[in-house]
């Protein structure tokens, strides 16, 4: 009896949530880093040429750009069980074990259905990749709106994204290193198969063990009378659990609330289009602000991180990647490019760095500084790799955009979170008509019931509670000391003004604002890949690309300038 509950206090300690769910986040980047750096040699290998492979890997973030906010919507307004993000995140999960499984097993699995098996083994590779790339990319939205909702407050929020951060530069540096491995040759091949298929399933069980550890999350689940009030009334306070002689006409009223879900989502698809023009256009002007930063500042860093190997292949190697096999010109191109990775790698790593002491950096020098220093940063970094031949100087350039990297994965995310922790602040202004309505309708039961006084404040991205807030009671308001605006003007007031005839704060949950800055990541991947081969072609100079990046990286400056955080941003930029 002691062993079970010294164990269930294991798991429900703070920084034990905090691995489980990160852990995860590894899982994920390890498989994407593997998986997306490997897979570009078997397309070529089955006959795709250059130009449809680089149209297959778009495949899933063009996929991401439709589904990440829909999805993201979906989970703010999700009730079950297991909660609102982990039956999205498991479902995601699946998906990314099925692309692990078809892509070394494509030319079996297309022996099966067809003798000419050649366009089917394509078929499947696509689908396999499609999928992996699709899944894998839009898992982490779901993942990322778990961390805010255990992490609410402003400095554990911060620290749950700096590991977060972290356990991503570690995936991506493991990710990157198992390709490199010749596991033909390896102890495990007479078990797991050849190259392909030895380390794909060396990812699935590596991913596998990483999605069981989330089944110990604890992630708060909405009561069932919260179910049955519905959208409209999802940020109303908890009410108590309706007596046992009740429970058949709940279980009735939820199986024809689960059949009206079911046929809501069959129509939500015939209006896929209307909901994704409105999920885009009615956007806050914060996170339009700090989404038009990322989107910028993601441009530059993904077309430097795309084309950086070939950068230096072929501008510092002088290789040619078209040449035959033996080749003077082939061989200084793959040395190029194996230096190229080594670079990337060093990136990883001097992410991982700036993870682990980016909370310290916050509380000394204030969001607003770290943030507009590693913007800054990296076209410097970026013009210093155009101006420079020496391959030493360059990959200590590369290796340095970890810092930017590392900045990109916790900053905006943590702004995000401030934002819907202290909704009245930054997102007072956005009411929809139906939750004014909503809001109206409450305020008059409230009144009616003459408990106005003693309401319990639900936190605002849709729980009745942080699980680990620092709050020591749940009818005050946080602590508004933050280290995410320390040594600036940031007075930002907590008080939610219980009484007060404007007080309702939006029902606008905190996945669909992740979700659109995950778009930000996605659309930064589309872009260079559409207009980058044309523009070198154009120039005849592979110095193109990081000539881009450093642009892309100016326009990021400005647009970082105008991101919204703290109280007096908002005054000075009429939001």
């Known amino acids: 009896m002691a062993q079970r509950a010294w164990g269930s206090m294991l ?36 006959g795709v040429e250059e130009k449809f492979m680089t149209m297959v890997l778009g495949i899933g973030p063009v996929l991401g750009l439709v589904f990440v906010p829909l999805i993201g919507s979906a989970s703010d307004h999700w009730h079950s069980s297991y909660g609102r993000r982990r039956p999205f995140i498991w479902m995601l999960c699946l998906g990314v074990l099925l692309s692990l499984f078809v892509i070394p097993h494509a030319s079996s699995l297309a022996s099966l259905f067809a003798l000419n098996t050649r366009p089917l083994e394509i078929a499947f590779l696509i689908l396999g990749i499609g999928l992996l790339d699709f899944c894998g990319q839009v898992c982490f939205t779901p993942l990322e709106a778990l961390l805010s909702d255990l992490f609410q407050e402003p400095d554990n929020c911060r620290q749950a994204f700096s590991l977060y951060a972290f356990m991503i530069s570690l995936g991506g540096c ?86 009206r879900h079911m046929m809501q989502a069959l129509r939500n698809l015939c209006t896929l289009v209307p909901r ?79 993870s682990t002491i980016m909370d310290r950096m916050v509380k000394q020098f204030g969001t607003r500084a770290v943030y507009l220093a590693s913007v800054v940063f990296f076209p410097v970094a970026a013009f210093v790799m155009c101006l420079s031949r020496s391959v030493i100087v360059v990959t200590i350039s590369a290796a340095l955009t970890g810092f930017t990297f590392s900045a990109l994965q916790i900053l905006p995310y943590t702004l995000a979170s401030l934002y819907h922790h202290e909704k009245q602040v930054f997102l007072h202004k956005y009411k929809s008509k139906e939750e004014e309505d909503a809001a109206r309708s409450d305020k008059k039961s409230s009144f009616s019931k003459g408990h106005l006084s003693s309401q319990k404040l639900p936190y605002q991205n849709g729980h009745a509670g942080s699980l680990f807030s620092s709050s020591s009671s749940s009818s005050s308001p946080p602590a508004a000391g933050s280290a995410l605006c320390v040594s600036s003007s940031c007075d930002v ?12 704060a939006p029902g606008r949950g905190i996945c669909l604002d992740l979700a659109i800055l995950d778009s930000a990541f996605l659309l930064s991947q589309v872009v260079p890949s559409l207009f980058m081969g044309s523009i070198v072609q154009f120039t005849q100079s592979v110095t193109a690309y990081m000539v881009s990046a450093a642009g892309f990286g100016l326009v990021a400056i400005y647009f970082a300038t105008k991101v919204v955080f703290d109280k007096s941003d908002m005054a000075k930029y009429s939001v």
């Open 174 to 259: 493991i990710g990157y290193l198992l390709p490199a491995i010749d596991w033909g040759a390896s102890f495990l091949a007479p078990y797991l198969g050849g190259q392909e298929t030895c380390l794909f399933s060396l990812l699935a069980i590596i991913f596998f063990g990483c999605v069981l550890a989330t089944l110990f999350v604890t992630e708060e689940a909405a009561t069932q009378a919260d179910v049955l009030d519905g959208p409209a009334l999802k940020d109303a306070p908890p009410k108590p659990s309706p007596p046992a002689c009740c429970s058949c006409q709940l279980s009735r009223s939820s199986c024809l609330l689960q059949a």
């Open 11 to 46: 798991f429900h300690n703070r920084k034990t949530q905090l691995l489980l769910v990160n852990s995860l986040t590894f899982g994920l980047e390890v498989c994407l880093a593997a998986g997306i750096t490997y897979v570009p040699p078997l397309l070529l290998e089955v």
């Open 276 to 354: 994704l023009h409105s999920l885009y256009c009615r956007i806050p002007k914060v996170i339009r602000r700090l989404f038009v930063a990322e989107l910028c500042s993601w441009m530059a860093l993904m077309t430097f991180m795309l084309f950086y190997t070939d950068f230096v292949g072929e501008g510092l190697y002088h290789g040619i990647p078209r040449a035959k096999p033996g080749t003077d010109a082939r061989r200084h191109y793959d040395e190029g490019v194996r230096m190229g990775s080594l670079g990337l790698f060093l990136q990883c790593v001097t992410s991982i760095f700036f």
């Open 493 to 504: 007031s907590l008080m939610m003004m219980v009484g007060e005839p404007d007080s309702v």
